[in-house]
């Protein structure tokens, strides 16, 4: 066997070394088939990394003060659609204030009080719909009965007819945070303290901020994973794909079909090829180019030419935007640069578009 196609053959093997599944490519099924003939076992395929991969932890968050989900019917409401008469107004005002007697009684707890200041403030709805006050007075009670989702029901009604209600937003931020609902208690307790700033706001802020701000950290971290994984998985393809081109069947072929230059992408491809070529004592040429240079759209017809006539010299390209890595590990400072490798060392180099003294190094390099 020629030692161009033992150096092609040391290629694949490399390149398979690096990434068992490109023989899950069609165009090597040949070649699986026959390694299966002599025994061969293969790793399983390799899935690409899924967002459902990061899998995410539980926060530790201060709920010593969630309260179990109340699911009552839903308390009786006002039809908005009424007129609300002077008289309806005073008798609505009369029952309030009866609520809030019962209320003020309720304060240690007893009940049936509480539920008498319920009842006060329905029949004082019914009367006035139109009253944000009074869906958010019956909402603070539902808070102190523990009962979160009838307090966040009125005080949605309140915010319905009064958005800017101080107490309606600062009910429904103590009902979500009984729920354990941050995120939504924060939003709702800030836009009240700006309204009417109250000690019971600030008190319940210092357990749902640290909360919050546990909740935030979390989801940056994690988003912060899932985008590495994504990016991770990217390069991979990429690779794969890229490796699969330099296979023997899939080397890149540029503008002619006399020669074969390579396209370079990462520096594993370039010590890849470099090892391969110094086992097979070929000379190696790397040509670093930039899509923008006017000099190397010059050469760059002559490179291909020369890789075509000079059969047994290996001819790499590199594309110092595309492959910036590369670029940096040879310190390449200018394009069109060309470097001369023999048996893993430099030996020469061509800065600039001198057609003639490139193919001189080739010459005398290559012998």
């Not at 009902?175 to 208690?185: F, I, P, R």
């Not at 390579?262 to 070529?277: K, P, V």
Request: net charge negative; hydrophobic share 40%; aromatic share 6%.
């Amino acid at each position: 066997m020629e030692n161009s196609k033992v150096a092609e053959l040391k290629l694949l093997v490399e390149q398979l070394k690096l990434n068992p599944s490109l023989l899950e490519n069609p165009d090597l099924s040949f070649f699986s088939h026959y390694l299966h003939s002599m025994g061969a076992t293969f790793p399983p395929a390799s899935n690409s990394v899924r967002d459902d991969d990061v899998v995410e932890s539980d926060i530790e968050l201060d709920d010593a003060d969630v309260v179990e989900s109340d699911n009552d019917p839903p308390q009786k409401m006002g039809d908005s659609s009424i007129e609300v008469s002077e008289e309806n107004l005073d008798a609505a005002q009369a029952l309030k204030i009866k609520a809030m007697d019962a209320l003020e009684k309720g304060m240690l707890a007893v009940i049936s009080l509480l539920n008498e200041a319920i009842d006060y403030l329905t029949e004082a709805i019914t009367l006035n719909p139109h009253s944000a006050i009074l869906y958010a007075t019956r909402a603070s009670i539902f808070v102190k009965m523990k009962k979160p989702n009838a307090a966040i029901r009125d005080a949605e009604a309140a915010l319905k007819v009064n958005p800017d209600s101080a107490k309606g937003h600062k009910t429904r931020g103590l009902a979500m945070a009984m729920l354990g609902s941050w995120e939504e208690a924060a939003h709702d307790l800030h836009f009240a303290s700006r309204l009417d700033y109250d000690e019971e706001i600030n008190s319940v802020l210092k357990k749902v901020e640290p909360n919050v701000k546990k909740i935030e950290e979390h989801r940056r971290k994690y988003e912060r994973l899932k985008k590495e994984k994504e990016l991770k998985r990217v390069e991979q393809e990429r690779q794969r794909r890229q490796a699969a081109q330099n296979s023997p069947n899939k080397v890149r072929n540029e503008q002619t079909t006399h020669g074969q230059v390579i396209g370079i992408h990462t520096t594993g491809e370039l010590e890849t090829i470099s090892s391969a070529a110094s086992k097979a004592s070929r000379l190696l040429v790397i040509y670093f180019t930039a899509t923008w240079c006017g000099p190397c759209r010059y050469l760059s017809p002559t490179y291909v030419n020369l890789a075509g006539k000079y059969q047994k010299v290996c001819f790499l390209k590199v594309d110092i935007d595309e492959a910036q890595a590369v670029a940096r590990l040879w310190n390449v400072s200018s394009v069109p640069t060309i470097f001369f490798i023999k048996n893993g060392k430099e030996v020469d180099k061509v800065v600039g578009a001198d057609k003639n003294a490139l193919e001189k190094k080739i010459i005398q390099h290559a012998g």
